[in-house]
């Protein structure tokens, strides 16, 4: 019980500072980010920033947790993994814009549809990664409910703890 109530309360710590550093990194880019001849990222181009990161973190998070569960040793490695992979998908977003100016928006764009894939995605490949031969699972079937109520928590923190501080810290202001 004390091992589920502290990955809940990991969870919800983690939903809290994700939320905030997201808002925090959304106002920076509004405030100074980067702008060309047709697009800004400055007031409301710095959407793009949670609509991009807020989504690889959370693959990142739920992929981390499905790995957790499944016993993988390098769980917290790989989650960050899967976390990068999406912030990827956003930075190769901003770099067509960057490089290529309004002839690449239709690109950009598209690259959302990686971005919301991969939140997806990568909890999924988590569950379906073969583990080493003789492998078997030091959680039982009913910690599953804990990892998905972590999971959940963390999600919902992490939206809750974005937008209120985007009420102290709004982006764009």
């Not at 405030?31 to 807020?54: E, T």
């Not at 599953?144 to 939206?159: D, E, K, R």
């Amino acid at each position: 019980m004390r091992k589920a109530a502290g990955l809940i309360g990991s969870a919800a710590i983690a939903g809290l500072v994700a939320g905030v550093l997201l808002d925090i990194v959304a106002f920076l880019v509004a405030r100074y980010g980067p702008q060309a001849d047709s697009w800004s990222f400055r007031g409301n181009g710095a959407l793009a920033i949670p609509f991009g990161l807020g989504p690889a973190l959370l693959a990142g998070f739920w992929a981390g947790l499905v790995l957790r569960y499944r016993g993988f040793a390098r769980w917290a490695v790989l989650g960050l993994a899967a976390a990068l992979v999406g912030a990827a998908f956003l930075l190769i977003s901003v770099l067509v814009l960057v490089l290529f100016n309004s002839a690449a928006m239709g690109v950009s764009s598209a690259m959302t549809f990686f971005i919301l894939g991969w939140m997806v995605a990568a909890p999924v490949l988590a569950a379906v990664t073969p583990a080493r031969e003789n492998y078997r699972s030091p959680h039982p079937a009913g910690l599953l409910p804990v990892h998905v109520g972590a999971g959940a928590i963390l999600t919902v923190v992490f939206f809750v703890a974005f937008f209120v501080a985007g009420l102290v810290l709004a982006p764009g202001s």
